[in-house]
């Protein structure tokens, strides 16, 4: 079955400094691919979702690249701020079978002023 | 209104009780899911309902049973708690004619004790 590698584990950036979160998945079939924020005691925030193939989309403050011929997700916050401080997932769906989303472990994210 | 709501939102119990949690949304999305999410993890998919077709994943089948009497409602059912059932429980749903994503709950924080 699939599976989703996400780097790094922990993160630990100045205010107005870029982050990178990088997450790799092997099912060639994966169609759907999003990105979720939790933050503490929360539940999962939906930041942004891609489709189809090499894709960047921007967001408030991020980017999200795919490059679906090296199976590579990666989100980029250009200039964090203490409130970007959380957990932030990738998720990955081949479609079918009910649209099962494969989680990364996750990226805990630490910045500070 | 794209809320799901779970009840309670917090959660005690005593090993070898029982443990019903509930979910609802009113979306009229066809598949509801529960995911299990404990600390440095990425949230496991546990079951889900397409309609009122029940999906159990394989490694949790014997553990976890669930029930949805209506479109609204999804409860995800612990018949006797166990130290390792303590997690953050997600419900998520996802219209049928739409792309992968899911819509989470806010989650109940289940401690056993």
Redesign the interface.
């Known amino acids: 079955g699939e599976q ?1 590698e996400q780097r790094p ?1 922990h993160l630990s950036v100045r205010e107005g400094d870029s982050a990178v979160i990088t997450c790799t998945y092997t099912d060639p079939n994966s ?2 691919f ?1 990105w ?1 924020k939790q933050e503490p ?6 930041l942004m ?1 891609v ?1 189809s193939s090499t894709e960047i989309n921007e967001g408030q403050g991020f980017t999200v690249l795919l490059n679906k011929k090296d199976k590579r997700l990666s989100l980029n916050l250009t200039a964090a701020h203490p409130g970007d401080s959380a957990a932030y ?1 990738c998720a990955v ?1 081949a ?1 079918g079978s ?9 990226t ?1 994210l630490t910045v500070t002023p | 209104d794209t809320t799901v709501k779970q009840n309670p939102r917090y959660k005690l119990a005593r090993v070898g009780k029982p443990v019903n949690l509930i979910c609802s949304q009113t979306m009229n999305h066809d ?1 509801m899911y529960w995911y299990q999410k404990k600390p ?4 496991k ?1 546990l079951l ?1 309902y ?1 309609d009122k077709i029940l ?1 159990r994943e394989a490694d949790t089948f014997e553990k976890f049973q669930s029930s949805r009497p209506n479109n609204s409602f999804c409860s995800l059912y612990i018949g006797s708690a166990g130290l390792e059932y303590s997690a953050m429980y ?1 419900c998520a749903s ?1 219209r049928d004619w739409g ?9 109940t ?1 289940l401690t056993v004790l």
């Open positions: 989703v584990p169609y759907y999003f979720y005691g929360a539940s999962l925030q939906l979702k489709f997932f769906s479609g009910n649209y099962k989303l494969t989680f990364g472990k996750g805990l | 598949t440095n993890q990425a949230p998919l889900f397409y999906n997600l996802r792309d992968a994503e899911q819509f989470f709950g806010p989650g924080r």
